[in-house]
């Protein structure tokens, strides 16, 4: 049977929880043991795919096509396992399973309530995936902060999971803040004090307490949290804010969690083999150079909409011993002040993927000055169909060409809605998702790049290249050096004549780690090291 952890958080969201839960798994997994972990949401959306990005950030997908939270990012780049559509759970789940029992007649004409119906429903889905992946443990992150509304079925659960199971095969972690304050930045230990006394009076006593902080902890701090708190000394780790966050784990080895949790658990303790991530630590901390890359998107000043992508590029940086300096260009000031004025003195351009009509006129200025002037360029999704337009408008002299998302009445749509999209009304979960298989053109760039024939890559669009314009963009020099396995749909394009110049329709930065960079972000960062 698997052993449960539970991480909650406190004081304030965006803590760490997700870093945290991400490198406990690290830390397990290198000691052989088998970790599975689940992010819950506690917000009434089935899923993150109809969210805005100012709200929630990145929407990360998974192999099996989910629009999960961005955490499953963490998870998968940290413990190097893909995560599936059970590794994300949300209140909009839960409660749509419970209606539909009920409306089955599946609890015999009983009054369905929170308790026990909800937190039933819960807990069946967190035993799912301990079950599924058959993990030795399964880490649980609540989103948000005790004390929140949405929070409580969760939080309830995770209380009776102790019964469910006995007490020695569940442990608590809270995350918490340990602000500086005044004028002479005093360390205050008191709204964790305030957090952990919010968690006891719903009946949870946390094992263990990771404790963010700009500031070392002393001694006496680390003994009056532990006094307060009724945590053993020993279990107040501090989690400081640091220059990579892949070394958070390092920090945590050294604070002996792993040690602490697996004594707690019962599990077998084995000598952790950490070698390969100092190594990158190492890799990440010491760059032999420095490399600009400019990202043009529309949500700049937000940089968790691009999360995944901002860390493919490090660690396509790792890989080729560079540090990655990102240069943050918005789209509409581009528009504004053109692209000469924006993007002066980088080595690459990236336009990531996006929806909607505002900044695309910008992005399309950056990848000309990208193709004319010999920059790598690294179009995904959205960067496909862009350059897609660009190159059609000035290249193959279509002025008007556009995407029919941005332009219903244009009268050269390279950009069109995929043919099974055209009947769907519906927008959560509907769109081209998941892993979908690619076929390279051998002997194109990349083809070369990936070093295989056929590929999988998770995709996250409704729009596609009109095969329409595909004869007359490859006759101007465009080349289609990936497809569909039927050739039915345009995958991955690319110029050859330039530097570097490739555009995806799928995410490739979903599949990238630290330790083992995505084969076209590892080339991209390259090609750019290379203009210096």
């Known amino acids: 049977m698997s052993k449960f952890i539970f991480v909650t958080g406190g004081v304030v969201s965006s803590i760490g929880k997700g870093i945290t839960t991400a490198s406990l798994g690290r830390l397990l997994k290198n000691r052989r043991l088998k970790p599975a972990l689940i992010k819950i949401d506690p917000y009434l959306n089935v899923d993150a795919g109809t969210m805005n990005p100012y709200q929630h950030g990145e929407v990360f997908v998974t ?31 839960v409660y749509d399973n419970v209606i539909r029992k009920e409306r089955e007649g599946r609890y015999l004409g009983a009054t369905v309530q929170v308790i026990p119906h909800v937190t039933d429903e819960i807990k069946r889905l967190i035993r799912l995936v301990a079950d599924e992946t058959d993990a030795d443990v399964t880490i649980v992150e609540i989103g948000g902060t005790v004390g929140d509304i949405e929070g409580q079925p969760f939080l309830e659960a995770a209380r009776q999971f ?27 230990t008191k709204p964790t004090q305030h957090s952990v006394r919010e968690l006891r009076s719903i009946g949870i006593q946390p094992d263990l307490l990771v404790c963010r902080t700009k500031a070392p902890l ?15 000394l020993e279990g107040v780790i501090e989690a400081p804010d640091t220059e990579q966050i892949y070394e958070i784990p390092l920090t945590f080895e050294r604070q002996a969690l792993a040690d602490l949790v697996v004594q707690r658990l019962g599990l077998p303790n084995e ?18 150079r420095t490399v600009r890359i400019a990202i043009v998107g529309k949500y700049v000043e937000l940089r968790d909409a691009y999360i995944s992508v901002v860390e493919a590029l490090k660690h396509g940086g790792f890989e080729n011993e560079a540090e990655v300096e990102l240069l943050w260009v918005d789209a509409e000031r581009v528009e504004e002040e053109g692209p000469e004025a924006c993007l002066a003195g980088v080595q690459g351009i990236l336009v990531p993927g996006g929806f909607g009509h505002r900044g695309i006129e910008g992005k399309i200025q950056a990848i000309r000055y990208a193709r004319e002037r010999g920059i ?8 496909l169909q862009t350059a897609v337009i660009e190159f059609a408008r000035h290249v193959c002299g279509l002025k008007e060409a556009n995407s029919l998302e941005f332009d219903k009445q244009t009268p050269h749509p390279v950009i069109s809605l995929m043919e099974e999209q055209k009947k769907i009304l519906q927008l959560g979960g509907t769109m081209r998702l998941g892993a979908w ?59 050859p004549e330039h530097p570097f110049f490739v555009g995806t329709q799928f995410h490739p930065e979903f599949k990238s780690r630290p330790n083992r960079a995505h084969p076209l972000f590892r080339e991209f960062v390259r090609a750019a090291i290379n203009q210096r």
Not at 167 to 182: A, D, Q, R, S
Request: some cysteine; proline content about 5%; overall charge negative.
């Open 376 to 383: 790598p360029y690294l179009g995904l999704c959205l960067g």
């Open 271 to 288: 000598i952790p083999d950490l070698s390969e991530w100092v190594a990158l630590v190492n890799r990440a901390k010491n760059p032999r």
């Open 162 to 188: 102790a019964r469910d199971v006995g007490k020695g095969n569940v442990l608590y972690i809270h995350v918490t803040l340990i602000p500086l304050v005044g004028p002479r930045q005093e360390i205050k």
């Open 218 to 232: 002393t001694d006496e701090h680390r003994r009056k949290i532990s006094l307060f708190c009724d945590v053993p």
């Open 437 to 495: 298989e690619c076929r390279l053109q051998p002997g194109t760039l990349v083809h070369r790049c990936y070093g295989a024939e056929r590929v999988q890559e998770r995709h996250r669009h409704r729009y596609e290249v009109n095969n329409a314009y595909r004869e007359r963009l490859e006759e101007a020099g465009l080349r289609i050096s990936g497809t569909t396995p039927d050739g039915g749909l345009v995958e991955i394009i690319e110029l």
């Open 63 to 93: 192999e099996d096509g989910a629009e999960t939270d961005l955490d499953l990012g963490h998870y998968e780049r940290f413990v190097d396992e893909n995560m599936t559509r059970h590794n994300n759970i949300t209140t909009g789940q």
